[in-house]
Each structure stands twice: as C-alpha cells, then as structure tokens.
C-alpha cells in the first residue's frame, strides 16, 4: 500500500523559511515523479513543484527563485525548501505521486505565513 506522509509545515513569519517533508512507502524506488501541491481555503489545489527521476525540477511561476524541490540519496523522502515566504504562501501543503494513472497524496501538512 502506497503511502505518502508529510511534515515540517507550522506558523512562520513573513520572510521566514520552512521545509517539508514527505516519505513515500510501499512504491517501488526511485519514483519516478514527484509533485508538491497546495491548497489555500476556498481556492483550487495548485501544483507548486514537480521533481522527475532524473532530477529535473519545475515550478510554478508565484514560487520561482523560492522554493527548491529535492530529495534524498535513496530516494523515499523529497523535500521542499520553502525561503522568503509570504503570506499568500498560506496554504495546505500536499505531496503526490501517479502510479499507474491512480494518484496518491499525502495527509497534507499546514503553512501559515503571517505578514
């Protein structure tokens, strides 16, 4: 059973920094895809970054220059470094994985930025 669990959101500062965690389990390794979204409340869920298997990395245009998507050397834990953070950074945090055409998230982990 694939499982992917994120941590390391919490309250911070506009111009604070945080990075996230999120550990797959049950996929096989390396994965080949691995995506951070967001949600803010009353707003769509919004692909934030996206880390490919071999090591390519994209972001979205509101984060560029911001955040860094990585993972570690055996590959079950990617990381977002989230630096300069600003309140509209607000949001619930989701990790995601597409295996086979089905997606898996993550629990969500909570960012407030306050200003």
């Known amino acids: 059973q694939i499982q992917l669990v994120e941590s390391g959101g919490g309250l911070v500062q506009a111009g604070g920094s945080l990075r996230l965690s999120c550990r797959a389990s049950?996929?096989?390794?390396?994965?080949?895809?691995m995506n951070w979204y967001r949600q803010a409340p009353g707003k769509e869920r919004d692909l934030v970054a996206t880390l490919t298997i071999d090591g390519s990395s994209n972001y979205a245009d509101s984060v560029k220059g911001r955040f860094t998507i990585s993972r570690n050397k055996i590959r079950d834990t990617t990381y977002l470094q989230m630096n300069s953070l600003k309140p509209e950074d607000t949001a619930v945090y989701y990790c995601?994985?597409?295996?086979?055409?089905?997606?898996?998230w993550g629990q969500g982990t909570q960012v407030t930025v306050s200003s």
């Open positions: 995601n994985v597409r295996v086979r055409s089905v997606d898996y």
């Open positions: 049950g996929i096989r390794l390396p994965i080949a895809v």
